[in-house]
């Protein structure tokens, strides 16, 4: 069994920061690809950042610039820092993990955490 656990999530003024975390646990040899997506309701779940397990990283033109994704691969951790945040980054973000298990790459999801930018 394989688990990603999200943090961070809660109420931020217009041009505050947020740091959200997500650690993957359970059964399986390594993470690669980890990465941040949200959605609002009614919409599409979108990609937000992603970082590989070597480091490289990509990111949404809409956040590019104000969020930074990083990773510990020793604690299978993602991180990612929202800085300049604005309310059309309100959402609930989702961490998504490429897993390597016995059997194969995997993708896994974190439950979802809320952040909502409001004065």
């Known amino acids: 069994q394989v688990q990603l656990v999200e943090s961070g999530g809660g109420l931020v003024q217009p041009g505050g920061s947020l740091s959200l975390s997500c650690a993957a646990s359970g059964s399986f040899l390594r993470v690669n690809d980890m990465g941040w997506y949200r959605q609002t309701p009614g919409k599409q779940r979108d990609l937000v950042a992603t970082?590989?397990?070597?480091?490289?990283?990509n990111y949404a033109d809409s956040v590019k610039g104000r969020f930074t994704i990083s990773r510990d691969n020793a604690k299978n951790t993602v991180y990612l820092q929202m800085g300049s945040l604005k309310p059309e980054d309100t959402a609930v973000y989702y961490c998504?993990?490429?897993?390597?298990?016995?059997?194969?790459?995997?993708?896994?999801w974190g439950q979802g955490t809320q952040v909502t930018v409001s004065s």
């Open positions: 998504n993990a490429i897993v390597i298990r016995s059997f194969g790459r995997i993708p896994y």
């Open positions: 970082i590989a397990s070597g480091g490289d990283t």
